[in-house]
């Protein structure tokens, strides 16, 4: 938009007003870390360790079927404890590997945060609830904040005996340089459990899931007829 072009004028005036929605969902996701160690004397018996481990484990997660929206291994180490003398050497291998889960069946969700934590040196941190990047919730938001717009600048438009004529322009706030506010993000405080052998099966964890706030500003122009002041 050409900065040097007056806003309005007497003949036709304008008004910008600014559109918000803030909404109150369910969580559709939770999001769970799984760390799987392992220790050994030499770095063949961490490696063979740490793949039984990681399998029983993935073997776990998918006997959960479509309780479970998406399964990936992320970050993979082995490193060696260096004891520091005359000469260097290694006393013992550390590996570990990092599942990310996402659960979509909250009431599978408790039990298998519990099943996981009773592996061997295992750790379990979640769960982390959220929704899906293309939920239709975002654009339920969005209409709403348009919405909101269009009737705040009807009632500006009214306040002045005017009516509203067209619209000139409708942006996500942010779009054009104007500075947004923050928008925080709901999610769960994260659980941490560390993962012993015992015998028996441990009790399900109870998990109430967190309402997510969805937030959706936009800003609008309009024409208006020339008001009666």
């Known amino acids: 938009m050409d900065r040097h072009v007056p806003y309005g004028t007497p003949d036709t005036p ?10 109150e969902v369910d969580p559709e996701i939770a999001r769970l870390s799984v760390t799987v160690s392992a220790r050994g004397a030499d770095r063949r018996a961490a490696l063979d360790d740490l793949t039984r481990r990681n399998q029983r484990a993935l073997d776990l997660v998918k006997s959960y079927g479509e309780a479970i929206e998406k399964l990936e291994t992320g970050a993979f180490a082995i490193n060696p404890e260096l004891v520091r003398g005359r000469q260097e050497r290694v006393r013992a291998y550390y590996g570990r590997v990092h599942l990310a889960v996402t659960v979509t069946d909250f009431t599978a969700l408790g039990e298998l945060t519990t099943r996981l934590a009773d592996l061997e040196l295992t750790r379990v941190d979640g769960p982390w609830w959220g929704l899906r990047p293309d939920s239709p919730v975002h654009g339920r938001a969005r209409q709403q904040a348009v919405r909101e717009a269009v009737q705040r600048a009807r009632e500006y438009a009214g306040a002045l005996g005017a009516g509203l004529v067209a619209l000139v322009e409708l942006a996500d706030l942010g779009a054009e340089g104007e500075a947004a506010p923050p928008m925080p993000v709901a999610v769960a405080a994260p659980r941490h459990r560390s993962a012993r052998s015992g015998a028996g099966d441990a009790a399900a964890l109870d998990l109430e899931p967190e309402r997510q706030t ?7 122009r309009f024409t208006i007829t020339r008001p009666e002041l």
């Open 14 to 23: 304008r008004v910008a007003v600014l559109g918000e929605a803030t909404l």
């Open 214 to 220: 969805v937030y959706a500003h936009v800003t609008a």
